[in-house]
């Protein structure tokens, strides 16, 4: 099933909702996740709800009203939201669960993850620390040496 999303929008209140269309369709919203900087870090966002509405823009807004459990997390955090027009309920809900199931499967994966680097003792993350900075600066002496550009 092929779905036609809109971009990544960074939705701060209501207002940003602006240009979502009345009609049905699934979303996502995510959060920015702060990765360390460096010469390879990247901006990255993390999934943390998928749902499915008869009406984007009805359901949309409803997440900044006064009782809604994400209203908090939308105006302190850097949230960002992402939907699709589906008209088909069988095709909304069928995406929608795909994608639920997908976000719940990754948690269990990003668990695994986070207590591996929790266990890791701080003397091996600082050596590989100090190991990959190394090997970055033997990289780039390598590729200037031979007259490649270095990646920035």
């Known amino acids: 099933m092929e779905m036609n999303w809109s971009r990544w929008f960074r939705c701060k209140s209501s207002f940003e909702l602006l240009l979502v269309p009345k009609q049905p369709g699934i979303y996502a919203l995510a959060e920015e996740i702060a990765q360390p900087v460096g010469p390879y870090s990247r901006r990255m966002l993390a999934v943390f709800e998928v ?3 008869d009406d984007l823009a009805h359901a949309l807004s409803r997440l900044f009203a006064t009782g809604s459990p ?46 591996a680097q929790i266990t890791r003792p701080a ?27 270095a990646e920035v």
């Open 51 to 53: 749902g499915e509405a």
């Open 70 to 115: 994400w209203r908090q997390r939308l105006t302190e955090a850097p949230c960002y939201l992402r939907y699709a027009v589906a008209p088909e309920m069988e095709e909304r809900h069928g995406a929608a669960t795909a994608l639920k199931n997908w976000l719940d499967s990754q948690r269990e994966v990003a668990a695994h993850i986070l207590e």
């Open 123 to 149: 003397a091996e993350v600082e050596a590989a620390t100090a190991a990959e900075r190394a090997v970055d600066h033997l990289a780039k002496g390598w590729e200037q040496a031979r007259g490649i550009p």
